[in-house]
């Protein structure tokens, strides 16, 4: 009963921009935007997350779309060690925050 | 010094038996989950603490036990363990969801329990 839906798989080469798209066509006006990932054998790791503006950190941006029901995550320029299971959730205060993670994207980074 | 850490990190135990897995945040932060991972990888709640007060309480067979004896632990104890239950369970915690909005998790390295 995930809310977002993402690629299985993409590929990318190291050094070279990575957008991983996510669709929440189903997003509730409270709901945030959060963006995490998880390498072999460990937790998930937090990313990013957003309302309604794009934002930026040290990671990664992301780019909201107007209507909210799309997003997507940019890699400025990717490394081997960003090789993981990306995870786009919803996060709604309304509702305690309960988020169920989907499947995510597994980023393959080619040296 | 590990802002999220759970014990034990690995697990193995017959079916039947009853276990529990620790959990511990030094961020300071006043909400705590527990997460199931399966093998097919995804990862649902569980259940989450506020300040020892239980705000989500998933769809989970009651042999699942959660115990908050302070803000700072989140406990989870299962009885009767089932086959089933093999997966790897992660701890996380964050600022309370419902007032700050934002209130992104931090996990811990998760706990991967087989059962037998």
């Known amino acids: 009963d995930a809310k977002t839906t993402q690629p299985n798989s993409m590929e990318s080469n190291e050094e070279e921009p990575v957008h991983l798209p996510c669709n929440h066509s189903?997003?509730?006006?409270?709901?945030?935007i959060h963006w995490y990932r998880q390498l072999p054998s460990q937790g998930p790791e937090y990313v990013i997350h957003?309302?309604?503006s794009n934002v930026n950190n040290r990671m990664a941006s992301l780019a909201i779309a107007e209507d909210r029901k799309s997003s997507t995550l940019i890699l400025h320029r990717a490394t081997l060690r960003d090789a993981a299971v990306y995870y786009c959730?919803?996060?709604?205060?309304?509702?305690?925050?309960?988020?169920?993670f989907g499947d995510g994207t597994t980023l393959t980074v080619k040296p | 010094d590990t802002a999220v850490s759970q014990t034990p990190k690995y697990l193995v135990t017959q079916m039947g038996n009853d276990k529990s897995i620790k959990c511990e945040q030094n961020?300071?932060?006043?909400?705590m989950y527990w997460y199931k991972q399966d093998s097919k990888k995804f990862l649902k709640i569980m259940f989450s603490?506020?300040?020892?007060?239980?705000?989500i309480n998933e769809t989970v067979p009651n042999r699942f036990s959660p115990k908050s004896p302070d803000k700072a632990h989140l406990n989870l104890h299962i009885n009767s363990l089932e086959l089933g239950d093999s997966a790897v369970y992660f701890c996380?915690?964050?600022?309370?969801?419902?007032?700050?909005?934002?209130?992104?998790?931090?996990f811990g390295e998760g706990s991967r329990l087989t059962v037998l």
């Open positions: 996380a915690s964050s600022q309370d969801p419902r007032t700050t909005g934002t209130g992104e998790l931090f």
């Open positions: 961020l300071g932060h006043d909400t």
């Open positions: 603490y506020n300040n020892k007060e239980l705000i």
């Open positions: 959730i919803l996060r709604d205060p309304l509702d305690a925050g309960k988020s169920t």
């Open positions: 189903t997003i509730s006006g409270t709901d945030y």
């Open positions: 957003g309302l309604t």
